[in-house]
């Protein structure tokens, strides 16, 4: 059983940036970020392999998020710049055993943090 624990979201102003963290409580595979804002579905927004070699964006998001791990720590990071009102949502951290973009690939889910982007 793998336990996720997300930290850093927050309210920020369009053109800024937060840096969010998931930690685990054992070694996981392959790590994503979701997010899902009210009303719409959850959505893939970044993932990264155990090597840390292989990182994969969403197009909505690529060029602005970077996403990376230190796995001494057993930790995944989303550094989120140039942030815009459209990114406002809640954030989840997720590991299993593919790489994906698909949420059903993955089987343990942090609770979630909330990121807030003001206009």
């Known amino acids: 059983q793998v336990q996720l624990v997300e930290s850093g979201g927050g309210l920020v102003q369009a053109g800024g940036s937060l840096r969010l963290s998931c930690a685990a409580s054992?070694?996981?595979?392959?790590m994503g970020w979701f997010r899902q804002a009210p009303g719409k579905e959850r959505e893939f927004v970044a993932r990264?392999?155990?090597?840390?070699?292989?990182?994969y964006y969403a197009e909505a998001v690529k060029g602005r998020f970077t996403i990376s791990r230190d796995n001494a720590k057993n930790t995944v990071y989303l550094q989120m710049n140039s942030l815009k009102p459209e990114d406002t949502a809640v954030y989840y951290c997720?590991?299993?055993?593919?790489?994906?973009?698909?949420?059903?690939?993955?089987?343990?889910w942090g609770q979630g943090t909330q990121v807030t982007v003001s206009s």
């Open positions: 997720a590991a299993g055993k593919s790489s994906s973009s698909w949420r059903y690939d993955y089987d343990y």
């Open positions: 054992g070694r996981t595979l392959s």
């Open positions: 990264i392999r155990w090597s840390g070699s292989s990182t």
